[in-house]
């Protein structure tokens, strides 16, 4: 009997996740100048990141290339939104530089380790153990509220670069939130570096195991 082949392309996680891509190109293109557009492409593309992973544990269609998509999706988003943020504030570019440099260098080498990590049987760091990172973790208030503000910066930055909005203590809307929600972007960035920092760790260990096991073997 001819077993029939999945197309994880073809599964609803997934075809949503090509939504998302699509969405963000369009947002992509209209930065620059229709901030309306743009805005409504780019939240929803981040909305339905949620969506997707409810498809995938519904449908039971959860696979690496999701996964890997979606962080990509993200991590795009934000660096063409660090681009435009720094051809409108040209005198903040390092800091767009710095901050998207953290993003991706951090996630990208978090998420390979931790793949690495999964088919090994070493003892590694493991940040959840801490109190405050245990918390960051298992409470999906905190988390949203860490992913929502450091979104939140990045977008009334953006967002009052065409409008000011009704003022609110004495300051336009956008810019109060942007004041607000920086100290969360930049504890969330801390906590980006810190990511990294761990994953250079086991990363190290990995490669000293690996070491010492493949000297062992040249031994006998």
């Not at 981040?46 to 992973?53: E, I, Q, R, Y």
């Not at 998207?100 to 493991?126: A, P, R, V």
């Not at 860490?146 to 930055?157: I, P, Q, R």
Request: proline share 3%.
């Amino acid at each position: 009997m001819t077993e029939t082949k999945e197309n994880i392309f073809l599964f609803v996680p997934n075809i949503i996740g090509f939504a998302r891509v699509i969405l963000a190109i369009i947002s992509f293109y209209f930065m620059p100048t229709n901030c309306v557009l743009a805005c409504t492409c780019y939240i929803t593309s981040a909305l339905l990141d949620a969506f997707d992973g409810h498809a995938a544990r519904y449908f039971n269609q959860s696979t690496k290339f999701g996964a890997m998509l979606d962080q990509l999706t993200d991590r795009a988003g934000t660096a063409c939104l660090m681009m435009t943020l720094a051809s409108f504030y040209p005198q903040y570019t390092f800091w767009f530089q710095l901050s998207l440099s953290i993003d991706i260098t951090c996630h990208w080498l978090y998420l390979h380790t931790s793949t690495l990590q999964g088919k090994t049987s070493h003892k590694f760091i493991d940040m959840s153990e801490n109190p405050v990172m245990h918390v960051y973790y298992t409470n999906k208030t905190v988390l949203f509220c860490m992913c929502a503000g450091n979104e939140a910066f990045y977008a009334a930055l953006y967002v009052m670069y065409f409008y000011t909005g009704p003022t609110v203590l004495g300051i336009g809307l956008w810019k109060l939130i942007a004041l607000v929600s920086m100290p969360v972007a930049i504890v969330k960035a801390g906590i980006s570096v810190l990511h990294g920092i761990v994953a250079s760790l086991n990363l190290a260990t990995i490669d000293v195991n690996e070491r010492a096991a493949l000297a062992e073997k040249q031994k006998n």
